[in-house]
């Protein structure tokens, strides 16, 4: 059987890296297909496979090329290829930098594997994966943030299918399912989320959702 989530991963703890990759060729839709001591050494080994990974575990520190730069580089060499940082810091700046910077997902290293799992799955599938805790922090510094826009600005900005379409991402849906619900095609709607993006400035869906809740396109589950 294919496996359907090809994955790579930049991580210079070697036994961290090799039990990392272990754990994740068992499970029978991942097949990780790069490994890394480092970023450098990541972006030079995508630069000779053919099929490149859909996710990228990057370590967020890293000797030579750390995660945050290692981000960087991916989102505009290779765009279409998601990045879950892995990482024991669970501080509200690295996090949000590197949401800024276009990760797709943050999880630390202390996470079950079946975590681990989830989050290539939803990253691979519908573009980002919030656990709960980083929701806190989004949604904290939504409150501290004096700058963002009003919902009336945002309502302003974007149009009143471009706001429905943000918010059914918001809620982990996929194209085709966003498709049913507003009986529009999958392409249509990926077109009215290239048109969000670029009218927001979001790197990616992931942004788009950190946008929602900071411009109260959309309220946090109690």
Known sequence: MTKEIKVGIAEDQVLFRKGIVSILNGFDTIDVIVEADNGRILLDQLKTIANLPHVLLLDLKMPELDGIETTKIIRETYPDIKIIILTSYNEKRFILHLLECGAHAYLLKDAEPEDLKKAIAAVAN?????????????????????????????????????????????????????????????????????????????????????????????????
Do not use: W
């Open 126 to 222: 519908e573009g980002y994966y919030f656990t709960p805790a980083i929701m806190e922090v989004i949604i904290n510094n939504k409150k501290e943030k004096k700058d963002n826009v009003s919902l009336e600005q945002s309502e302003q900005l974007l149009s009143e299918r471009e706001i429905e379409v943000i918010r059914l991402i918001c809620k982990e849906k996929t194209a085709p399912e966003i498709g049913e619900l507003l009986f529009i095609s999958p392409r249509t709607v990926e077109g009215h989320r290239n048109r969000i993006l670029e009218k927001t400035g979001c790197k990616n869906v992931a942004g788009l959702v950190v946008y929602a809740f900071k411009n109260n396109l959309v309220e946090p589950t109690p």
